[in-house]
């Protein structure tokens, strides 16, 4: 696994103290992105929360993913949530450490009193003696929030004093990439009221005893969510339900669940997102389709990737995003004078640099720029990155719907058939596709499409 080491540069660590106007929440920002470029501290809000206890919760929920991993649970993992100022909202997002959980918190426009939000994504500092601090908030007193730095903060700041360096794996980055186009893919299949949601939760397993029971299944039904044995068509998969533990940190506030997924294919295991709908706020976590099977793997983006068309058709749409919290690509496709599919192509491109994220309950992409260097994203893509040299070198041989590629000292056949490429390498054996295409298939992609290879790596 390639890492980089990420340096989080802090003016102060992020603290809840007391004011004149009483309890203050100040979360302090690194270094980020605005509409107005890069920013060593950016200030995205200063107001009141409406529901302060549920989204110190909700908040303490998005940092225990930040903080957790669901697999090899002896190697640590912590990184600081990022934050994403949309104009009308916050959102706090995190990635699991084994990169098989995706947290997102959205603080809405009526969970919110104050100054209008800003524009712009960073880094937040969710410190340990802050954690304490958030989960000893047990009433809804007035509670002030500061997202940034404050007023005389902002005249007065010589330089960071507090820094953090954490190691960043690539596969986490792609893991984003993954998540969102996993989630565009997601129908809402079930929605239970409060009462239901808590006793649905409530009966999960929280230690990992079950991990190794394979895809577990539940169905709608006039109850609730109840377990089915085999997945009829409704049916969402509940990959490792102990790995849904921090929706416990919101559960009594809960006004309503909304279960997302796919449609059921084949009996595969797959993704799915848990969506508790909260007062002025929701607290989503979308699920890899295994425990032990990171987002990073899952191969959705890299036809996207393999297409110069995609890469000038994402700089063009890159134009047009405005930090919007609904991204629709019907209107993208008219502003930009190209097809509502080529528009979702080159937005699962921008995902993989971190660009746009994915909202469920709105249906909608929404603007976001991560603070991290998503260029390596493409480049330490394992399989893209080994499918350019197969193209650049010449491995690929073309005959109407067959190619064959020599990879090594062995050469694989490559069909196409209704669109749907398959390919005679283990990886296709292993997993027909449902992690995306294999370098040979891909490569093959690339050459069919006239794709820039020369040098192997583009």
Known sequence: ???????????????????????????????????????????????????????????????????????QRALPSSLDPVVTGNGDRLRFESFSGCCGVYARLDVLQEGLDGE????????????N??????????????????????ELAVTTLDGPVVEKKVPLPDRWLRGFAEAQVASAGFDLRAELTAAQAVAFLRSLPRGSGNAARGAQWVVASGSGLRPTTRPVPGAVCLPGPERLVALQRVLRHATALRVYGPPVADGAAAASAWEVVLPGMRLTLTLSPDSSRGFSGEGGVLEALATDDAAADAELVSVLLAWEPRIEPASLAEQSGLSTERVRAALTRLGTAGRVGYDLADAAYFHRELPYDADRVE????????????????????????????????????????????????????????????????????????????????
């Open 116 to 127: 209008r939000t800003g524009h712009g994504t960073t880094n937040v500092d969710v410190n």
């Open 1 to 71: 696994m390639t890492r980089s080491v990420q340096a989080l540069a802090y003016a102060r660590p992020s603290a809840l103290e007391s004011s004149q106007v009483g309890a203050v929440l100040g979360l302090e920002t690194a270094g980020g992105l605005t509409p107005r470029g890069a920013e060593a501290h950016p200030r995205f809000f200063a107001g009141f929360l409406s529901a302060p206890r549920i989204a110190a919760r909700g908040l303490l929920a998005v940092a225990d993913v930040a903080a957790a991993r669901y697999y």
């Open 379 to 458: 480049r330490h893509n394992p399989r893209l990155v080994a499918a350019r040299e197969l193209a650049g070198a010449g491995a690929v041989t073309l005959d109407g719907t067959l190619a064959s590629v020599s990879s090594g000292d062995r050469r694989y056949q490559v069909r196409e058939s209704d669109g749907v490429l398959t390919c005679t390498c283990q990886w296709w054996a292993d997993y027909r596709g449902k992690r995306g295409p294999c370098k040979h298939a891909l490569a093959v992609t690339m050459v069919r499409r006239g794709a820039t290879v020369a040098g192997g790596v583009r």
């Open 129 to 150: 003696p802050l954690r304490d601090a958030l989960s000893r908030i047990t009433a809804d007193d007035p509670l002030h929030l500061r997202v940034g730095p404050d």
